[in-house]
């Protein structure tokens, strides 16, 4: 647990702007969905801190509410799209087949994997490569406000982001073109 409710409140003040934007974001503009994967995701905090290095609390952050975030809009998604169909009694005449529909879903869940192998891996390798790709790649903030989230001049930002994107293409450049 943390050392007091002080350190979390600084914590929670300090994040919640950021795990609010990127749960909104990522859960298909929805802002009540936002508000209930942003206490989640700082529930989880609390329960968690003692497991996560001080450091990492951001990183930690943003990632939960995403993936937070990403199965609220799955599952969300896949509820309505059954319901207005039976509702509906509506069947699309040019209807994919199962093994298409198959195919596509082992494709989206292989990049959905990679993404992950490849974000587990640039948090081993550099924290901050790490953070920087996830500010600017993933959450899409201009890369100014992200050099001033982050502390650090907006030169320094971009040799962060080189090196990152460089590092990924050397290490997992074949298994994406594999995908592709």
């Not at 599952?75 to 195919?103: F, M, Q």
């Amino acid at each position: 647990m943390l050392t007091g409710n002080r350190e979390y409140n600084e914590i929670y003040e300090k994040y919640k702007n950021l795990v609010l934007k990127v749960a909104y974001d990522y859960s298909g503009d929805d802002y009540d969905a936002a508000q209930d994967i942003m206490q989640e995701t700082f529930l989880k905090l609390y329960m968690d801190f003692d497991r996560l290095k001080a450091g990492n609390v951001p990183g930690w952050l943003k990632i939960t509410a995403r993936n937070a975030a990403i199965n609220y809009r799955v599952k969300n998604g896949r509820e309505v799209l059954e319901l207005d169909n039976e509702e509906n009694g509506i069947s699309d005449p040019e209807t994919r087949s199962t093994e298409d529909e198959y195919a596509e879903t082992e494709e989206e869940r292989a990049r959905r994997e990679l993404h992950e192998k490849i974000f587990a891996g640039l948090m081993e390798k550099n924290p901050r490569w790490h953070e920087a790709i996830v500010l600017v790649c993933y959450m899409d903030i201009p890369q100014e406000q992200a050099a001033d989230m982050m502390g650090i001049r907006l030169g320094a930002l971009q040799v962060l982001l080189h090196r990152a994107r460089k590092w990924i293409r050397k290490t997992y450049g074949a298994e994406y073109e594999e995908l592709e």
